[in-house]
DNA sequence: TGACACAACTGGTACAACCAGTCAACCAGT
DNA sequence: ACTGGTTGACTGGTTGTACCAGTTGTGTCA
């Protein structure tokens, strides 16, 4: 019998889980949350907890707060950055695949970009990916290896791209594949995942333009073999 | 005579920009913090404050925290994510070329596929982005209400995209434009946005791919008319 | 030498108070 | 019908202190 450990996170830390749900789920009236003292009440925790999972918030742009006067919730929509990804894709234990369809079209267009930098900046990146296609092409049956040298493979292209910001984007994308991942389990959905590795070659094909330093060939390669997911996820 | 408001930031904001600060130029001896008691000691402030401003950088993946153990700093490259843009931009008052070039490299990136998926989705985006380049073409030497209009050119082609996530970059790197305008005063290094507002032309030149329908020339337009500004900038 | 126990850290939580803004209501004065 | 001042009941911001809980190093004892 297997026990799971029993999740012990801080209290704040919940608080901001609640918070945030309640605030996507826009169940504040007017967009105007309760007293930092009644939250605290409500919640039967202290009252820092709860100045703490606000603090988050704010720097989430999730809430406005304003000492004296009330904290009201924002649009996301028009205030929220990058970062809501991960508390976006999975909502009370369900997947938006809305959202997860726009991470696949990101990571398309900056993918491809990236690989284009890459090829103009780090051609030399071209032998560690190949090494890294061939591990894929002999387990082509371990989806978990698979998913691993795949993240290898885009992360040594952006690296490769000497853009900080394809970095850290990538950082915030794979956060949401490990969350999407959380919540699916070892589930089929991964089909997409199993169908983009049936296309090796064409990593082989995008590894090959960049050690040509050939930016467009790469970006047509790598766009091409990223957006096919896209499609099959419904895009 | 225009008096700017005083700036009154609560002490878990300062103590967070300081603590922020500190974390990127790495002054932390082995990466690790002192105890938030030291902090502050040091700082001078309550604890309370120092926990907050903790709290945030956690937040952003800047600090790994455990309780009874030590607060360690994490690597930004592999851990953070892309809302450190705003941070990572400006730091000791001095602007941080190779990331704005970062940034507008992206901002090209996404801007290309967003019109692209606008003029496949939202073609009637068409009238309005029109109405957006001809007031542009009405006063071409009002910075800023170039820079308004241009925003909200951008703002309303993601819209047409339909991806969120584009929508929350765009936030993203529009804070980063934020933050580097603040910095920079209005000084001459926004001969970069002069320089691309001359090309108004090219902005119709989207709008019509976008009224048409046709997502690749939507595509090619709005990459050539946001790459350019990148090459200007040193790419 | 190894296992255990303790002490001295660390962060996490709590209560209680007070400072400092906001807002609405009311009240002069103009 | 306005202006500005006053008041009181809210709001968030700050503080100090105490204690709980987990980590880590150290020293003792078998």
Known sequence: ???????????????????????????????????????????????????????????????????????????????????????????AGTVDWKVARSALEMRASIGADAAALCAARAPKTHKALLKVADAMDRHLDDLAALDADNVVFWTAIVEGSANLLYRLSLNTLLDGLRILDASLGDDSVFELAREEYRHVGELREVADAIGAGDAERARRAAYQHLRRTVTAAGG
């Open 1 to 91: 019998m297997a026990l799971a450990p029993v999740a012990a996170a801080p209290l704040s830390d919940q608080v901001y889980r609640r918070l945030l749900d309640a605030i996507l789920a826009d169940e504040f009236v007017e967009g105007i949350l309760p007293s930092e003292r009644d939250l605290a009440a409500t919640f039967e925790v202290n009252r820092h907890a709860v100045r703490e999972a606000l603090k988050r918030l704010q720097q989430a742009r999730l809430v406005e707060v304003s000492q004296g006067g009330s904290t009201k919730v924002l649009d996301y929509r028009t205030e929220g950055r990058l970062d809501l990804l991960a508390d976006l894709l999975v909502r």
